[in-house]
């Protein structure tokens, strides 16, 4: 078994950071999906979370303030989804991904090429207003 990580990256204006995944590398080619990636050796997933962030877009997360929302099972791997409004930073993309975008939560759902578990954009809402 092993697992990955993503991370709901919000801003001020309740947008989320989501990645276009390169057309020549890796898997969900050309792809718009959540910053994330599978999990290193000895790696909680939060600092997968944490570590996958940094890589892919630079930015930092404030690891006090990161949020569990939601574990998927998907056969013999775990999807731990995290959510945070606490980063600093500006958006530099790795060789992985090819283009970011702030999407409003309204249009995540049709946004998103790479499916999540139902629900789960209706579970960060409630998180947020908590």
Request: aromatic share 8%; glycine share 6%.
């Amino acid at each position: 078994m092993f697992w990955a990580s993503c991370v709901f990256v919000i801003d001020k204006d309740k947008k989320v950071l989501i990645l276009r995944r390169s057309d020549s590398i890796g898997t969900h080619r050309g792809k718009w999906a959540l910053p994330g990636g599978k999990a290193e050796l000895t790696e909680l997933p939060e600092d997968t979370a944490i570590r996958e962030i940094r890589e892919e877009t630079e930015l930092i997360l404030n690891e006090s303030t990161l949020n569990f929302l939601h574990k998927s099972i998907r056969g013999p791997k775990d999807i731990y989804f995290f959510w945070s409004n606490d980063w600093s930073g500006k958006v530099s993309l790795d060789h992985e991904h090819e283009e970011d975008d702030w999407v409003p939560l309204e249009e995540l759902d049709s946004r998103l090429q790479i499916p999540i578990d139902k629900g789960l954009i209706s579970k960060l809402i409630k998180a947020l207003k908590a």
